[in-house]
């Protein structure tokens, strides 16, 4: 049985997972332009909220990818950073259980929408709205396939205690196939002009190409990369590296997709990475070798600016990139354009072309302020695409999924068995859904 969520309304934050209540509040149900809205803010809430890209999922990736450390006492993150993460621990846990909420939200909208008859809802807005919806059900569906395995396709709202029952698990295969469905639609509905926080047709085009380079799609992957990156009149890589989210900027160019956050709708990025003397508690902190690696001018070039020091006798590295007052305006983001410009490289490297390939990923080391690379091979420009996402994006959602999906998390952080290379599913979810239990969870949990 799938769990049942109010979709709308505030979004209360937690680490620990919450309580799923037992099915939606039909008192907030889209009834015309009005609630079709509120259900789409409530949406991009959920898709914002600590749950999901608010905390919790990306620290799923940071304490996976072995650079940052956990320097807080409590079990749940000290095991996903020891990779001895269990069926119980709570991350997962509550990272699974928000983001079906999300899907939730957005299958409740694409079932509705289209039958709201309000002569004040117009086509545009309309279709604004459903586009939105399938953009954010395949990208939560990308980050179940990427993070879980093959996951049930849950494709219409959950209203009652019987709907959506006896699903059996799709493969990765058909998990990724409904992620590129989803876009399609998305790509024919959402608006092409320029907007950062919310969904256009270069935010799908972004996605799809990150779609592409998960399932070895190479020459599509180069096409979508390059259809946002053409757009060098709204996206660009800007210069100094910090300047995408120094002085509290916001929505540079450098943003595909990156989510606001508000004084009443907060990102608990920066009480985990801030220290102490800054009002957060540190909880997540960069490994040592990587604070050699960002303070080394040759790789980490202009990139030190993602951390700082504290002062004697503490001393203590520490993550600047979610620092803002007030605390928790800090964007989550979600696709920046030299992810773009990686895809590409890689892509244009897996079809021969390493001419092109270097200058792609020599791009963004310029704007680092660090020589260009050299490699005269395929798996030259891959380890070097590979050590670059390392310093480029060390506190964003992406290390550990990188390596995992290139097979190279086994050897570079020595893990002792692949089954890792998945989280486990949350034993709360093993034990009301057969489904999820037994032969049909992840293996080794």
């Known amino acids: 049985m799938i769990p049942l969520f109010v979709i709308l309304g505030s979004c209360k934050k937690y680490l620990d997972s919450p309580q799923p209540e037992l099915q939606v509040d039909q008192s907030v149900a889209i009834t015309n332009a009005g609630s079709a809205a509120s259900a789409v803010n409530g949406m991009f809430n959920t898709l914002a909220t600590d749950g999901y890209y608010g905390s919790n999922f990306p620290a799923l990736s940071y304490l996976s990818g072995g650079d940052i450390q956990w320097t807080g006492s ?6 996903i950073t020891k990779h001895l993460t269990s069926a119980t621990n709570g991350y997962v846990n509550t990272a699974w259980t928000t983001i079906y909420k999300t899907i939730s939200s957005a299958n409740y909208i694409i079932t509705d929408v289209p039958k709201v008859n309000d002569p004040l809802f117009t086509t545009a807005a309309k279709n604004q709205y ?73 935010t799908v085009w972004a996605l ?8 070895q799609q190479w020459a599509l992957a180069e096409q979508y990369a390059t259809k946002v990156i053409s ?10 590296y910090s300047a995408f989210f120094a002085n509290s900027a916001v929505s540079t160019s450098e943003s595909v997709f990156e989510l606001a956050y508000t004084v009443s709708n907060t990102n608990g990025h920066s009480n985990w990475w801030l220290p102490p003397v800054l009002g957060g508690r540190r909880e997540w902190a960069p490994s040592d070798p990587l604070v050699a690696l960002l303070n080394n001018a040759a790789v980490g070039g202009n990139r030190s600016a993602l951390i700082g020091q504290t002062a004697a006798p503490g001393n203590l ?30 892509a244009r490297a897996q079809q021969g072309n390493i001419t092109d390939a270097l200058a792609d990923l020599n791009a963004v080391r310029a704007r680092a302020g660090i020589a260009p690379a050299v490699a005269s091979s395929l798996s030259d420009i891959l380890l070097a695409l590979e050590n670059e996402r390392k310093v480029e994006f060390p506190f964003e959602t992406d290390r550990w999924f990188n390596l995992v999906r290139t097979d190279r998390a086994q050897a570079v952080l020595s893990l002792p068995d692949k089954h890792l290379y998945l989280f486990p599913i949350p034993y709360s979810q093993t034990l009301v859904d057969p489904n999820l239990a037994g032969a049909n969870t992840n293996p080794g949990y």
Request: net charge neutral.
């Open 74 to 79: 409590q079990s749940d993150p000290s095991e």
């Open 130 to 202: 459903l586009g939105e919806a399938y953009f954010v059900r395949a990208l939560a569906y990308f980050d179940l396939g990427r993070g879980w395995g093959g996951v049930q396709l849950i494709l219409t709202p959950t209203i009652t205690p019987t709907d959506n029952t006896n699903i059996k698990r799709s493969t990765l295969a058909a998990t990724y196939a409904q992620v590129l469905s989803d876009l399609n639609t998305a790509e024919t509905l959402v608006p092409t002009a320029l907007n950062r926080n919310r969904i256009t047709q270069k």
């Open 208 to 215: 799809k190409a990150r779609l592409y380079l998960y399932t």
């Open 231 to 240: 757009d060098t009149q709204d996206y660009a890589l800007v210069n100094p």
């Open 317 to 346: 590295w520490y993550g600047k990139l979610y620092y803002r007052t007030p605390v928790g305006t800090d964007p989550a983001y979600v696709i920046r354009i030299a992810e773009l410009y990686f895809i590409r490289s890689e």
